[in-house]
């Protein structure tokens, strides 16, 4: 319910049903064909898996998607009905950051924990072809599940090369099966996000700019943790002030944003790490070249140690999710692969993180240096689409919570909205120093970032969220991590002087409230936990 309440359905250029609500319609259509008596349950009985699908979406208030969500269900009825064998049919299914499990995992190594269970995506997949048998104990009625969903990941395992780790995977497929079966914790459960890695040449480089389509899609996402000992004061005022913004300056469509906020009652419009997540491949779901993009984030921010090798400094940068201490953080390589790495060529994104140690945490490859006039190319992770990213910090640096007039805010976002009212047509390297000069004069230390994801001339362009889309310049879309520090190094001392820092701004200062979870508030290796 969670998963698909968050935000609105979405459709392909085709009309297709996708994201979320396509996956729900999807099982619930699977759930018919594999439980024969389904319309003898009364649960069941009167509208149907599918027909509740339908009835759900109208009470979040998304009735107008009623024919779409018809259509849908009789499309996917029309497709297994007509199905034949198909070896990957279990991998053409979802994962978590909205890929088929074909396209997640054909390029990675599978990574194996110390009892010798296969974690990272390929324990994730198998995890979830266990789960599916299980809620589906007549699959074998789906002719394209011959082998069985959990066979198909083992076969495509070694169809990628990766023979060597099948009888770990068929270990944790039996593990899994018997902890279900027992009621026990399955063997994949703790959160490690395997970011998605390869190249490609870029199928469109240095073509004219998209003519502006003049849509335009927004989400915000505030979280407080009131009642929590990382409670917060601001972030939902933040929320707040970039809708009002968005509105009023940038003429947003009140029906083309979604909010998150903890302190909503019901669980639809609350920031879990499920809603964040379906609310961010909601976001980018369908964009073409012209279409304008919004994501706003305001709470605490953190580190983690990186498991899977890719980072530089050993350091993964995360948000904190309303429900982290239960589900775990959302990293910065998850961030990227949901929200920027499936962007086309001139869709423009723009993406506020009003947090902790936010500086490089959508791992975008331009940091805008001021002293060079000029972008800095960092190893990093090149995409086609056009990604702006404004930090309420550098890597090493705390955001701060503050109150002003007796309004909570972020430092950030009151010093950023600010600058944008007073004039929204500064060139990008203005709007920064403007940005970095009014919290100099109240007393701040924290230095925003400005990162991209195409070294365009950024002082020759006006800042404009829904004007200007930059076509991609990147030839090659790669992943360019190859060791060394970032240009903001994470030393230890760094990280302590921002703890001593943080507790300085406490003790002083009260009003003002550091924005991150640090291993002393928290610790990363107990909370970083699937849900469920």
């Known amino acids: 319910l969670e998963y698909c309440g968050a935000a609105p359905p979405s459709v392909d250029p085709s009309g297709k049903l996708t994201g979320a609500w396509g996956e729900c319609m999807s099982s619930a259509v699977v759930f018919e064909i594999t439980h024969e008596d389904w319309d003898q349950d009364p649960d069941y009985a009167e509208q149907g898996p599918g027909g509740q ?36 049919a279990f991998l053409r299914g979802h994962s978590k950051n909205g890929k088929t499990w074909k396209e997640y995992c054909c390029n990675l190594v599978p990574l194996c924990d110390a ?25 074998d009625r789906l002719p394209m599940y011959e082998d069985g969903p959990a066979g198909q990941a083992l076969h495509f395992l070694c169809e990628c090369g990766f023979g060597e780790y099948e009888e770990a995977l068929a270990r944790t497929e039996e593990a899994t099966h018997m902890a279900i079966d027992s009621g026990g914790r399955v063997p994949v459960h703790a959160q490690i996000y395997q970011p998605i890695l390869g190249a490609i040449e870029a199928v469109r480089v ?81 964009a073409q070249p012209g279409d304008v993009l919004f994501c706003q984030f305001s709470g605490h921010g953190t580190q983690l140690r990186c498991r899977t090798g890719e980072e530089c400094d050993g350091k993964d940068e995360a948000l904190c999710p309303c429900d982290f201490q239960e589900t775990g953080y959302l990293v910065d390589d998850e961030i990227f692969d949901v929200l920027v790495q499936p962007l086309m060529s001139g869709v423009k994104l723009t993406i506020i993180l009003d947090c902790c140690h936010s500086g490089t945490a959508v791992d975008l490859p331009f940091i805008w240096r001021a002293e060079q006039d000029g972008w800095e190319e960092v190893p990093s ?128 200062f009260p009003p003002l409230i550091p924005r991150c979870m640090t291993p002393l508030m928290y610790s990363c290796e107990v909370h970083a936990r699937f849900g469920g």
């Open 381 to 508: 992770v090149h995409s086609a689409g056009d990604v702006q990213m404004f930090s309420g910090c550098e890597d090493c640096q705390v955001s701060m919570d503050v109150t002003r007039h007796g309004r909570a805010g972020g430092a950030m976002t009151q010093s950023l909205t600010q600058a944008i009212r007073e004039d929204p047509d500064r060139q990008y390297p203005q709007l920064l120093e403007r940005l970095h000069e009014i919290l100099e004069q109240r007393g701040m230390e924290q230095r925003p970032q400005l990162t991209s994801s195409q070294c365009f001339e950024a002082g020759l362009k006006t800042f404009n969220l829904c004007e200007g889309a930059v076509s991609n310049r990147n030839p090659i879309l790669e992943v360019t991590f190859q060791g060394g520090a970032k240009p903001t190094e994470m030393k230890v001392v760094f990280l302590l002087l921002s703890l001593v820092s943080d507790a300085m701004h406490v003790l002083i």
């Open 206 to 286: 240095d073509e004219l700019p998209p003519q502006m389509t003049g849509k335009k899609k927004a989400l915000l996402i505030g979280c407080n943790y009131s009642g929590s000992s990382a409670e917060l004061n601001g972030c939902i005022n933040d929320v707040e002030a970039w809708h009002s913004l968005l509105l009023e300056v940038y003429g947003f469509d009140e029906r083309d944003v979604v909010v998150l906020r903890d302190d909503e009652v019901g669980p639809l419009r609350r920031p879990t790490l499920q809603n964040m997540r379906a609310a961010m491949q909601w976001l980018v779901s369908a």
């Open 115 to 139: 009892n010798g269970f296969v974690t990272g995506a390929w324990g994730d997949c198998i995890t979830a072809a266990v789960i599916f048998e299980h809620q589906n104990p007549g699959w």
């Open 53 to 88: 699908v339908i009835s759900y979406a109208e009470q979040c208030g998304y009735g107008a998607w009623a024919n779409i969500l018809e259509t849908a269900e009789q499309s996917v009825h029309q497709e297994m009905e007509g199905a034949e064998s198909d070896p990957f």
